[in-house]
């Protein structure tokens, strides 16, 4: 992983200039880490730590671009299948993350926030998680959300649960409940959702990630490993993104 840094980050032109249309928030789904690692022989663990070092270059890039929203898929709840070493090499490359990268957040005015169910992790991880979130909650150059411990499917039941109990409390009138209401008890109530969801890995499926949220969402698949993806990748995908057209179900004009 790339040493802490106290200043900011240096947000020269590293890549092709941003496209006249942006995506207001962009969702990646970062895969390819054990893949990486298995063609070059190593551990898993190695794949997860380079990992890690596309994530900073991909909230570089974010904010080189001025993309307001990146929401990224870190830890799936199918994940707590993995081995219980794998699991343990994962929550303490995320507590060293959190603790190198806190300080480039705070100067670079980016905000993290955290989706899931955080409760699964251990106290001392949670506690970092929420320290982590409130020094950065005045930042508003780039909303950082990572997904730890989610799924889509989870999220939503979840949600229907909140909205179950405020109906039989009184607190909501079921004749009353429409898309926003319900939005509003998902992880996500006040974010934007996605305008463009990548992939990476080759893979083309959502994998219980944002089911509720990507609608109306491009997609973008990239045959790039995640611990390959850089900032050339991140542009090509945002002048993908501007040569779409949406229309959000209506008939072209």
Known sequence: MSPPISAPLALGVAEA??????????????????????ARMLPRIAGHRAGAQAVRRTVEAALRHGVGWLTLYAFSSENWRRPATEITDLTGLLRHYLKSE??????????????????????????ELLQAERRTIANTKLNLTVALSYGGRAE???????????????R??????????????????????????????????????????????????????????????????????????????????
């Open 17 to 38: 200039a941003a496209p006249a249309t942006l995506p207001a928030h962009v969702a990646i789904i970062m895969d390819g880490n054990g893949r990486w690692a298995s």
């Open 102 to 127: 806190i300080d480039a957040f705070v100067a670079n005015g980016v905000r993290l926030r955290v989706i899931g169910e955080r409760d699964r992790f251990s106290r001392d991880i949670q506690d």
């Open 156 to 170: 939503i039941a979840a949600a229907a649960r909140r909205v179950a109990a405020a109906a039989v409390e009184g």
């Open 172 to 253: 909501l009138d079921p004749a009353a409940i429409d898309e926003e209401s319900f939005a509003s008890a998902l992880f996500t109530a006040g974010m934007p959702d996605p305008d463009l969801i990548v992939r990476t890995s080759g893979e083309r499926r959502l994998s219980n990630f944002l089911l509720w949220q990507a609608a109306y969402a491009e997609f973008i698949f990239l045959d790039v490993l995640w611990p390959d993806f850089g900032p050339l990748h991140f542009a090509e995908a945002m002048a993908e993104y501007a040569r779409r057209e949406r229309r959000f179900g209506a008939r072209p004009g």
